[in-house]
């Protein structure tokens, strides 16, 4: 089945450190997209790319940097400069320019600063 | 600001009674407007969207929404709502042209036995 894949499932960091987290989806979307989750303030796009080798900031990225090398693969690299990186991670992908298609989303990662 | 509002951060409601969600969007022209749930812990699940046509939209495990452009409006209801339904729900909004969903901050349902 199609879809898209997010692990660790949950993942604990050391004050200082850098954690990546892995997102890799076999839909064939061009476009992939990281957002945050906070309680209580919904979802906020960190990075966004809407093609190989090419990637946007959202709304939320210091602290945060990205990668796409391949279609399939969208990791976030969560850096030592976030200082308050607890927080559930979502992937999602889309259809570029069909923005009737929706988003297909990961089932997210949830990140702890230990 | 957000484009997209969803007005109340918890809704309660009992078993068997009907359940509204409400979301109010900005997008000017012809926006397309989506509904997600999330259950914890978990990525976001496509209820229903509005792209054109019927203004009443019927969605996945009973849910609809209807959408009023006079009020800008695109409230999420089921007639009689299930425990099972508790969950998070966001109201997204996306340009016609465009790809970048922009969501509500979401409303938690508490459906009581």
Request: glycine residues 10%.
């Amino acid at each position: 089945d199609g879809g898209i894949t997010q692990s660790p499932k949950y993942l604990f960091r050391k004050e200082g450190q850098n954690v990546t987290l892995s997102c890799e989806q076999n839909l064939n979307h061009d476009a992939m997209y990281w957002y945050r989750q906070d309680p209580g303030q919904g979802l906020r796009l960190i990075y966004y790319s809407q093609i190989v080798n090419d990637f946007q900031k959202g709304d939320i990225a210091e602290g945060y940097s990205v990668s796409r090398e391949k279609k399939e693969s969208f990791p976030l690299t969560v850096t030592s400069a976030q200082k308050n990186p607890t927080a559930f991670y979502l992937c999602a992908s889309s259809v570029p320019g069909q923005g009737a298609s929706g988003y297909t989303f990961g089932s997210g990662t949830r990140l702890t600063v230990v | 600001a957000q484009s997209v509002a969803q007005p109340e951060d918890q809704v309660n409601v009992a078993e068997g009674n009907p359940l509204t969600v409400k979301c109010t969007y900005s997008v000017s022209g012809n926006p397309y407007l989506f509904w997600y749930v999330q259950y914890p812990n978990r990525g976001l699940q496509f209820l229903l969207k509005y792209i054109t046509g019927d203004n009443l939209v019927k969605g996945s495990y009973g849910f609809e929404a209807e959408f009023n452009k006079s009020q800008t409006s695109f409230h999420l209801k089921k007639p009689s709502a299930l425990v099972s339904d508790s969950a998070l729900y966001f109201c997204s909004e996306v340009k016609a042209a465009g790809n970048k969903l922009t969501f509500g901050g979401g409303t938690r349902v508490l459906v009581k036995p």
